[in-house]
């Protein structure tokens, strides 16, 4: 387990966008891989998007958020990012931040923060 602390969700109109934050309380260069997780209200939650450390910082997005997000790290800060652009209404729910590793070619998360709102209205 690590810690780990989202901010930056809040309230804003369709086209707008967001950063989210993830303040990791552990060196973050020692991880093999992180992921964004977003839960809709009254949905499952989905995985957003993922970097993989051990490839030079390899990225991949779902394909509903692909082209508009862009999940990155600061290893000086050991901060995880999600930059959030043209937001759409069903871009709203609780997103949270991961630490975790791939397995078989599939995302495996071992820690998550406590999640930060994000609502989009049209």
């Known amino acids: 387990q690590v810690q780990l602390v989202e901010s930056g969700g809040g309230q804003v109109q369709a086209g707008e966008s967001l950063r989210l934050s993830c303040a990791v309380g552990?060196?973050?260069?020692?991880?093999?891989?992180m992921a964004w997780y977003r839960q809709p209200p009254g949905k499952q939650r989905e995985l957003v998007a993922t970097i993989r450390f051990v490839y030079g910082a390899r990225t991949n997005y779902a394909e509903s958020v692909k082209g508009r997000f862009n999940i990155s790290r600061d290893g000086a800060k050991n901060t995880l990012y999600l930059q959030m652009n043209n937001l759409k209404p069903d871009d709203t729910g609780v997103y949270y931040c991961?630490?975790?590793?791939?397995?078989?070619?599939?995302?495996?998360?071992?820690?998550r923060g406590q999640g930060t709102q994000v609502t989009v209205s049209s």
């Open positions: 552990a060196n973050i260069f020692a991880f093999n891989a």
């Open positions: 991961s630490r975790g590793r791939f397995i078989g070619g599939n995302y495996v998360s071992d820690s």
